[in-house]
């Protein structure tokens, strides 16, 4: 039987800023799989350091609590939802928002979300205060057409 | 991170040689207040010909040194980004305040 997506992987990892790296290159790797140029692999392995990040600064601060990653891929387009068990954002509308950030003392830009929503196609934030934070976000891979060329130009080294 | 300092010009060259992320920033941002404390120079480059990674955490630590470097009266550049790293310093304005120069071999 097919299930409801082509691919789907699961990761769990404590809170450690050590994860972030792991985390990125995971999904990247996964990713890989609908073959995307090396601008949408690095495009995914920033959004995906964002909001891992976030989970570990500001979902859990001070405190270890677990990161989940589920990546999914849904003919070309890559999905991939980023959720914690922290403390929830009370004001979704204002993190958004570009240099929005609860934590400037620690030299934080607040352009973690602005750069999700420029990377991914569509980002989505489910947050309750108290519960936690999940972050959807996907990305369409897009089909080249290079490969049109490349057959031409083999018919024209053919024909030489 | 490797450093080099040119007297003659009060230069200052840091090249960047890992990636920059939240677990990152703390040691490479302890290492370039040091060198910019030691040496106060009027110009700082940065190298960024090896950093193949960079999220919102670098936009932080360039911006505090580049206040850091106005403090002293001196100015900042970053040179060689690569594509991933520029498409961050474009889309963020980071380039707006700290100019990228492209193609300089230095270090
Ligand atoms: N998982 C989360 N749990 C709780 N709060 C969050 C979470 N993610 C984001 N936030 C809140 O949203 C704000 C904006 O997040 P954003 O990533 O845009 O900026 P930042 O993390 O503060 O700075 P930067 O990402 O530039 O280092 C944060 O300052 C924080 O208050
Ligand atoms: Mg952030």
């Not at chain 1, 090396?38 to 601060?61: L, M, P, Q």
């Not at chain 2, 520029?86 to 380039?95: A, C, D, P, Q, R």
Request: proline share 1%.
């Amino acid at each position: 039987m097919r299930g409801l997506y082509d691919n789907e992987m699961k990761l769990e990892f404590l809170s450690k800023s050590s994860n972030e790296a792991f985390a990125r290159i995971t999904v990247a790797a996964f990713a890989s799989q609908l073959d995307p140029t090396i601008e949408e692999i690095s495009d995914i392995k920033t959004a995906v350091s964002e909001a891992v990040t976030n989970c570990i600064i500001h979902a859990y601060e001070d405190e270890e609590g677990i990161v989940k990653v589920v990546t999914r891929l849904i003919n070309n387009v890559v999905e991939i939802e980023i959720s914690d068990s922290g403390k929830g954002i009370e004001n979704i509308e204002l993190a958004r928002k570009p240099l929005y950030t609860t934590k400037s003392n620690l030299e934080r830009s607040g352009m973690g979300f602005t750069i999700m929503e420029s990377f991914m196609d569509e980002v989505n934030i489910n947050s309750v205060v108290g519960i936690g934070t999940k972050i959807t976000m996907k990305k369409a891979i897009k089909k080249e057409e290079v490969q049109e060329t490349i057959s031409e130009e083999k018919n024209t080294k053919l024909i030489v | 991170m490797k450093s080099e300092y040119k007297e003659l010009d009060n230069l200052l060259i840091l090249k960047i040689t890992e990636e920059i992320d939240h677990h990152t920033t703390e040691k490479i941002r302890r290492k370039m207040d040091n060198e910019i404390t030691r040496y106060m120079p009027r110009k700082i480059l940065l190298d960024f010909n090896e950093v193949s990674f960079m999220d919102s955490a670098g936009i932080g630590l360039l911006i505090g040194r580049y206040k850091t470097s106005r403090l002293i009266g001196g100015t900042m550049e970053i040179v060689n980004a690569t594509p991933a790293v520029k498409k961050v310093l474009e889309m963020s304005g980071v380039t707006r305040i700290i100019k990228i120069t492209e193609g300089q071999k230095i270090v």
